[in-house]
């Protein structure tokens, strides 16, 4: 494929690859196409749905990016030729049915449980109407910063404008047939006071789960025991009623002829039900993704109202939303922990992926996450140094600020500044933060044993003998000195000299006695960076225990 190719011959043949290309989001896309052959329309529509019971966590950006990524594939699959849209759909007429453990003063909340969400008294304070108003607004505040292009809908207003009319209605018409989907999932006792309407209390305001005592098709209503005893009727339209969460899901497709939803793997025995409420109400069920859900680092599903796991600002504050977005593309249908301890790891690898892009040929680069990630056109950008050997210079450093990596930075990566790699600099503010918050509190240092305070006196008398700061002379150095000590030695490989060579437990080591940490990046590259004469002081105080005892 050359440059020099005319948009449209190149839009043509990057379909051509694309037809067959191995990456997720193309496979998603491609269904859609042949969604289109069997259902032909003018636009496609791609959902995301929102609970917003608590504060947006980082997997409910993940349904956006992760939607985001499919559209451009179906973009590039379709040459363009197709218009999309992308509607983040929020379910904020829910009740409250619990208060969530992360908000100011929960106990205020109480009096509001069952209400709409867009009827509680927003708990954090500000201009906000409400704590489903704030909730919204702090998913769209993250939507907007990363530069998706979306379409945000309320439940509320598409109730009460009349948006969910004709659905509405006809869920009244097809009451038994929704009855007949949903009775046999439920058990006994439930089945006994279920509806898939539930009111609104013209008494209390609360969504009630009620039985009901009639149902309307021809006037469009549905009439119920109130909580003050009285029988009330009420039309199923305007924002009088809504629809139980299930029924819900599929009459929102149905009503605005969604073409692609992806959900959580909690959803996917639900998944029929959805399915045929939405045929049921005259629409034709989307496309499906499921996703594997996010763990916190201790297992444990990620939850909106118990607030564990990450949220969006907590990566932000250590992170870009780039490398947000690899941890969102890479391998969604298997479980992964989302907790502090991925950051950097994604942040390297996202550099890794745009470093190798611009050598690929076009069939990898479709492959590559980072074309997914911007959408086609991902930045030229030049990393003298990894993110991983920031966070060991700002920890040997004990750096409060990044001018203080930046002296380490300039040395290993000479012509370097804040100003010709302002990439670098932004991540050097990432490092620092992440040491200061995540790194300092947690680190434990220890005495050396007696091998291991040989190995050091070792070392620092090997840099000593080092000329200058050559990377591989250092790490050279490095190496012959673990190979020379039995502990290290490792007899399934061998040295260029032809003797054993060494495990990974001598850096191992390194780091945990220098740097009260497990591991880090190759050592030769943080002593290049850090400088030899301050790796040899950071060697004299493991030696004397200084900084074993906390002087540090």
């Excluded at 609360?206 to 119920?224: E, H, M, N, Q």
């Excluded at 009330?232 to 149905?254: E, I, Y």
């Excluded at 004990?398 to 790699?421: C, M």
Aim: net charge negative; aromatic share 12%.
């Amino acid at each position: 494929m050359t440059a020099t190719a005319p948009v449209e011959d190149f839009a043509v043949e990057l379909r051509t690859l694309a037809e067959t290309a191995g990456a997720w989001p193309f496979e998603e896309a491609r269904k859609i196409v042949e969604r289109l052959k069997r259902k032909p329309k003018d636009e496609v529509l791609f959902e995301t749905g929102y609970g917003p019971s608590g504060l947006p966590h980082i997997g409910t950006f993940g349904e956006v990016a992760r939607t985001t990524m499919v559209r451009h594939a179906f973009h590039v699959l379709t040459e363009g030729k197709i218009p999309t849209r992308l509607l983040c759909f929020s379910d904020d007429m829910d009740g409250m049915r619990k208060i969530p453990e992360n908000v100011p003063d929960p106990a205020a909340l109480k009096p509001y449980l069952q209400m709409p969400l867009t009827k509680v008294p927003n708990p954090f304070g500000g201009g906000y109407e409400s704590f489903g108003h704030h909730n919204n607004a702090m998913l769209r505040r993250f939507l907007d910063t990363f530069g998706f292009d979306y379409e945000f809908a309320s439940a509320t207003d598409y109730y009460f404008s009349g948006k969910l009319d004709a659905v509405l209605l006809k869920a009244a018409e097809k009451y038994e047939a929704i009855m007949d989907v949903m009775l046999p999932t439920l058990g006994e006792e439930r089945q006994a006071t279920y509806s898939p309407f539930l009111p609104i209390s013209p008494v209390s305001g609360r969504v009630l789960y009620v039985p009901l005592k009639a149902v309307d098709a021809k006037a469009g209503t549905i009439t119920f025991t109130d909580e003050d005893g009285v029988d009330k009727t009420l039309p199923v339209t305007g924002g009088h009623v809504k629809l139980q969460w299930k029924p819900d899901f599929g009459a929102r497709w149905a009503a605005l002829d969604v073409d692609f939803e992806m959900f959580g793997k909690d959803h996917q025995t639900n998944a029929p039900i959805y399915d045929r409420i939405s045929e049921i109400l005259g629409g034709i069920a989307p496309e499906h993704f499921v996703y594997e859900l996010f763990l916190d680092e201790n297992g444990q599903k990620i939850s909106k109202s118990k607030g564990n796991g990450l949220t969006i600002d907590e990566w932000l504050t250590y992170a870009s939303p780039e490398s947000l977005a690899l941890y969102m593309f890479q391998s969604p249908r298997s479980a992964k922990k989302l907790h502090f301890d991925v950051i950097p790891k994604a942040v390297d690898e996202y550099f890794s992926f745009l470093a190798r892009y611009p050598t690929q040929d076009w069939k990898n680069r479709l492959g590559n996450p980072v074309w997914h990630i911007h959408s086609g056109n991902p930045p030229v950008e030049e990393l003298p140094l990894s993110f991983g050997l920031m966070l060991k210079l700002a920890s040997a450093s004990n750096a409060e600020d990044k001018g203080v990596l930046w002296r380490f930075i300039e040395r290993y990566a000479p012509g370097t500044s804040p100003e010709t790699h302002p990439t670098v600099d932004q991540l050097a503010g990432y490092a620092v933060r992440y040491f200061i918050d995540r790194v300092k509190p947690h680190r434990s240092y220890r005495l050396p044993d007696e091998v291991e305070a040989q190995a050091l006196a070792r070392l620092d008398a090997a840099l000593a003998e080092v000329d200058g700061d050559d990377r591989d002379a250092i790490q050279n150095a490095v190496l012959d000195v673990g190979r020379a000590e039995p502990r290290y030695q490792d007899h399934k490989r061998k040295s260029p000299s032809g003797g054993p060579g060494v495990t990974f437990a001598w850096f191992s080591a390194l780091y945990e006695l220098l740097l009260g940490e497990k591991e880090g990046p190759r050592f030769g590259g943080f002593v290049a960076a850090y400088g030899i004469p301050e790796t040899r002081a950071l060697i004299a105080r493991a030696l004397s225990g200084e900084l074993a005892n906390g002087a540090h």
